[in-house]
């Protein structure tokens, strides 16, 4: 077991057949016009589904969709996830529009084989993100185990998270938690060499824990992307109008530094593709170097840099991927990010992708099939990689006896 989850079941562990879980899912999709665009996270839940339907379990799942600020907000309704639930189980999910409502208990006494039950968006209950204590004690009436498999929350102290499973006795993680654990973990305990950290997006800010975990594990850092300036300023590189986080100049240098004193390996973008806004596709060029002028701005990573980060992994053993290199949404910007992601996937070893946009990057770049591992994680794949205690896994854990 992987030691992330020292101390936790997994629901293969926990007595199922024939009982009431309650299963906490992450089927935060993106929706345009009420209809999925992407549903990888839905995709990736149906195992441990699937797992408690064989076992005869009746079950009870739940999830938040985006941020609503009432009830009322329907675009964030969990209707279509089910409707997609219902059609890949080949089953039918019965939507409760209020979750902790008396609705559930009823549904429970008559619930056939074949039939689940889904709650509407937890996040339409005030309590929910504010961890109520009174909101879990509703949810759970009538449940005899709980499961989280919503990886990708579990680093929120929320009602369905964190004050529900501390009700309940029987409780553990989904295959969905169990994957992404063993994964993350072997980034962390004795990764195989060359092993390097490609890194991107916009902000150091956002890195910089994740940097000081890897800083000593990892052979080298590629980073790209709109942090990439701020250390490109520190080295006395002009990056024009780029987003630049002026108070981190001093810590890019100071890491610059210590990446260098350990003798790893440091690249940078040696090129650009630049324009003069970030909407403005039309006036772009690709940089000699790596400066440009005052009134232009980074957009993406130029085809030197790409050749550069290219051939550093052509013999990687282990990979972590996270953040773009431009603004891949935009298709003119986008040839850095879909070449790194090719890059990655070409590489020979372990290729984990750290969630959120990487993870859209891999897919929308057609080589999502090719890594090892896409998280479904995004902010909490971070957290785990930084060292911190996720809320949703540390309060299913239990003391290991010596």
Same mark, same amino acid.
């Given at each position: ?20 879980? !309650? ?68 089953? +039918?999910? %019965?939507? /409760? +529009? ?19 039950? @889904?709650?509407?968006?937890?996040? !339409? ?8 204590? +009174? $909101?879990?004690?509703? @949810? ?6 709980? /499961?989280?498999?919503? $990886?990708?929350?579990? *680093?929120?102290? *929320?009602?369905?998270? *964190?004050?529900?499973?501390?009700? %309940?006795? +029987?409780?553990? =993680? ?6 992404? %654990? ?13 092993? $390097?950290? =490609? ?21 080298? !850092? ?12 520190? #080295? ?35 090129? *650009? ?28 990573? &130029? ?16 990979? !972590? ?5 431009? %603004? ?9 990010? $879909?070449?790194?992601?090719?890059? =990655? ?32 994680? &995004? ?6 990689? #930084? ?7 540390? =309060? ?7």
């Amino acid at each position: 077991m992987a030691s992330g989850l020292r101390g936790i079941k997994t629901v293969k562990d926990l007595v199922v057949k024939d009982k009431v879980v !309650f299963l906490r899912l992450d089927l935060n999709v993106p929706l345009k016009d009420g209809r999925i665009t992407d549903e990888t996270r839905i995709t990736a839940s149906l195992p441990t589904i699937q797992y408690l339907m064989d076992q005869g379990s009746k079950i009870v799942m739940t999830s938040h969709l985006g941020r609503p600020k009432t009830a009322e907000d329907k675009k964030y309704s969990l209707e279509p996830v089910g409707k997609r639930l219902s059609e890949l189980l080949k089953a +039918e999910v %019965i939507l /409760v +529009e209020e979750p902790g409502g008396d609705a559930v208990k009823q549904l429970l006494m008559g619930l056939r084989k074949g039939q689940l039950i @889904l709650l509407e968006n937890v996040r !339409f209950v005030p309590g929910e993100t504010k961890n109520s204590v +009174e $909101f879990a004690q509703r @949810l759970a009436k009538d449940i005899d185990v709980y /499961v989280n498999d919503a $990886f990708g929350a579990s *680093h929120r102290a *929320h009602s369905s998270i *964190h004050a529900l499973p501390e009700l %309940i006795k +029987e409780k553990g =993680v989904g295959f969905l938690i169990e994957k992404e %654990i063993q994964m993350l973990d072997q980034l962390i305990e004795n990764p195989k060499s060359p092993y $390097f950290a =490609v890194l991107g997006g916009a902000k150091i800010s956002d890195k910089i824990a994740v940097i000081e975990k890897l800083i000593d594990i990892v052979d080298g !850092f590629i980073i790209g992307g709109a942090m990439a300036y701020t250390f490109l300023k520190a #080295q006395g590189r002009e990056v024009g109008k780029s987003l630049v986080e002026e108070d981190k100049l001093k810590y890019a240098n100071e890491m610059m530094g210590r990446i260098e004193a350990r003798r790893k390996t440091l690249l940078l973008p040696v090129d *650009h593709l630049v324009s003069q806004g970030i909407a403005d596709t039309t006036n772009t060029r690709v940089t000699t170097d790596a400066n440009m002028k005052a009134n232009e701005l980074g957009v993406d990573i &130029g085809p030197r840099t790409i050749e550069n980060f290219a051939t550093a992994l052509k013999s990687a053993a282990t990979v !972590f991927w996270n953040g773009p290199m431009g %603004i891949f949404e935009t298709a003119e910007f986008s040839k850095g990010t $879909f070449a790194m992601a090719k890059a =990655v996937a070409d590489c020979p070893g372990l290729k984990i992708v750290g969630g959120g946009d990487s993870a859209a990057a891999a897919e929308d770049s057609g080589y999502a099939s090719k890594m090892t591992h896409i998280s479904t994680g &995004g902010g909490a794949s971070l957290e785990y990689l #930084q060292g911190e205690k996720l809320p949703g896994l540390e =309060v299913l854990r239990t003391k290991i006896r010596s």
